[in-house]
């Protein structure tokens, strides 16, 4: 059955409305100061200080190559955007468009195993209203949300049993994050356990193909957390989110399997459980009809869930992104299972489908219409103050700042969170009101007091919340407008 993608309008315009909606919404939320430096800032230095020659670096993270503290050289890819739009603006629609486009594939593999344009349809919508889809894109930007495009386009053209193809996606998707080479893994024991009692010579094929997709992704993985990243002064950075397991990768796969039932403590958790239902209910639990689908989202489920890390559970994050494409896959071939045993139904399923998508979406998504975020769109008193003295800095300052100056602050080699900046930094913005980073209200007092009891510092006050403090001899007032 040919598909010609240019006739399929409405596809289209669910696409194009995508990118309208999450393209305003994100480049608002950024304009009216609620990105943040945690992940907004430390990337656009990080791009920014790779445009300027000093590749993969930024002084936001423990460890200042970026690519040390996650495995992401897709990052690459997008820096000649960057030398033409030097903005953070650029970063966040070049994720939506990408997000947006994960509509094609999901639109083709449903085509492709339902064989209803009815089904395609409602499969691209429904991944276009999924709600984990919606916060990935909204906070901030990551690397590892093209990671869902990518592996949609990896399991249509599997489908498709396109091997050129299909391992293009697959090594793309493997470049945004460390942790998507463990989905690629997953896919290869995915090829594996497919069906094989029809034609032995396929099966043989194919098992070689899956074999070989899991060695490549083994081998990828250990060169990455084993020589590249420690070569650049990080590693797996992030275990210390499951130190209750244990200390090491070894040590936790030995708790997994020594101490079952500290496992199960860990995952039955209410908030884990809340988790786990909001990822399954936008698609009706219809991967569980496919069990093989579900191999897709054990690395993904295992990172979530096993951590101490209250964010990688809310399903507000970005660290969905290991979960959404395989979430997606199961239901197109659960929703085939469920068909195939009961023909006739066929229109209840579709019903199905569709209701458990608006359902999702209006009670999870972060535009949902019955708690619109319409503030994002809204200026400020605060988003006004900032923007006034994010135009006074001068260019090349070395500065810390709040949270949320830092994303429009960080075109330049040197630029820190409150609190992280070396000593005799130029310049320190602080919002009085915004102790964000700081362990309590003391610890952010006390920070704000050394720097105006320090004779090396002085201070100005502006719409007296905001302190400005300058290093004598290296920093001049800012110009505002009124103080």
Known sequence: MQVQLRKEYFLWTIIALYVVVFGAFTSFRHYNFYTQTWDMGAFVQTMWNTTQGRIMFNNIEEVHNTLGVHMSPWLFALVPGYLLFQSPYYLLIVQTIALALGAIPAYLLAYHILRKKSYALAFATSYLLYPALHWINSYDFHPVSF?????????????????????????????????IILVVLFFGFFVLAQNKTDAPLKATRERKIGATIALCAIVYFLLAIKVIMPSLGGGLLRLDRYAHLG??????????????????????????????LWLFIP?????????????LVIPGLVENMLT????????????????????????????????????????VVLGIIISAMILGFTARSPLNPFFFPTFVFRSSPRADAFREIVKSVPDG??????????????HREHAYMLGDEPPNIDLVIIDAQDPTGFASAEDFQSYVERYAQSEDYSVQIFRDRYFIFHRKGASEPLLLSSQ
Do not use: C
């Open 147 to 179: 990671a869902v495009p990518f592996l949609l386009g990896a399991f249509y053209f599997f489908e498709k049993r396109n091997l050129l193809w299909m391992t293009i996606f697959l090594a793309l998707a493997a470049s945004t994050r460390e942790d």
């Open 247 to 276: 200390s090491s990768f070894s040590e936790i796969a030995t708790t997994a399997i020594t101490n079952p039932a500290l496992i199960a403590k860990t995952i039955l958790a209410p908030e884990k459980i809340l988790y786990f």
């Open 283 to 295: 698609v009706a639990f219809l991967p569980f009809f496919s069990w093989r689908s579900l191999i």
């Open 308 to 347: 101490t890390f209250p964010f990688q559970f809310t399903g507000l994050y970005q660290y969905d992104s290991v979960l959404v494409a395989g979430i997606l896959y199961g239901a197109i071939r659960g929703a085939h299972t469920v068909i195939s045993r009961w023909p006739r139904k066929r229109k």
């Open 397 to 410: 300052t070395p500065l810390a700042a709040n949270t949320n100056l830092i994303p429009h602050l960080s």
